[in-house]
């Protein structure tokens, strides 16, 4: 039987401007707000961390150390 990809979580490789997929599925959660973030709309994460962000005001509030790691 196949697999798909659909309603899974991906793992990925984040790299300073582009992002990897390691493992398939359609979608990653937020680092900060545990929300499901659609791998067509990743806008935000840090290769850092290796996280990602659901929206620029969590990544910025992360980064700038307002929400606790």
Known sequence: MLMSSADKT???YY?????????PGNHVLCAV???P???TELR???????EPY???EVATRRLLGSDPA
């Open 10 to 12: 991906a793992k990925l």
């Open 37 to 39: 973030i659609p791998l």
């Open 33 to 35: 707000t545990g929300e």
């Open 54 to 56: 659901a929206s620029c």
């Open 44 to 50: 935000y994460w840090s290769a850092e961390r290796q």
């Open 15 to 23: 790299g300073p401007s582009s992002f990897r997929v390691l493992r």
